[in-house]
């Protein structure tokens, strides 16, 4: 089983589970910000041929699991939820299972509280023994340590 979990916005965290690799686990950032003079749809282009890379790497992707877009307003609603379209395009491209987590939730899971700050997450990683670049990248491992106590039982 490959996972694919991600925290979409325009600096999206991620992080893979690669069962095929004995179980192998990477992260990071990937940053979308438009480039001065580019259209606002270059990100979104950037970030589907991102997931192109991503499916590659893990050849193939079986699932694809990402916080739930929630209504910030303007262009940060825009983004979220422009990205979360494009994994459902790609996924459904791809016959690949995606799952949506409720910030809430995700949080909790993290942290105990539903209501969790940015620093909050960051210590409940690095309390994991993880050293996430920032708060984008230590969510998207603990929708990965979700994902994987849901699929693989652990």
């Known amino acids: 089983m490959n996972i694919l979990a991600l925290d979409l916005a325009t600096k999206t965290g991620w992080a893979a589970y690669h069962g095929g690799c004995g179980g192998a686990m990477n992260s990071g ?11 606002p749809g270059m990100k979104f282009l950037r970030f589907r041929a991102w997931l192109d890379v991503m499916q590659a790497l893990l050849n193939p992707i079986d ?4 916080e739930q ?11 979220a939820y422009g990205f979360v379209t494009d ?17 809430g939730t995700l949080k ?6 539903g209501n969790a700050k940015k620093p909050e997450i960051i210590a409940a990683a690095w ?19 979700f994902a994987m106590g849901e699929l693989l039982q652990e």
């Open 29 to 39: 950032i990937q940053d979308f910000t438009l480039k001065r003079g580019e259209s």
């Open 63 to 66: 699932v694809i699991y990402y």
């Open 108 to 113: 909790k899971y993290a942290t105990g509280k």
């Open 87 to 103: 994994v459902l395009a790609f996924a459904a491209q791809h016959n690949i299972q995606t799952s949506a987590i409720h910030t």
């Open 69 to 79: 877009a929630h209504h910030r307003g303007g262009a940060a609603t825009q983004s």
């Open 127 to 145: 309390a994991l023994g993880w050293d996430p670049k920032d708060d984008n990248e230590a969510d998207a491992r603990f929708i990965r340590k």
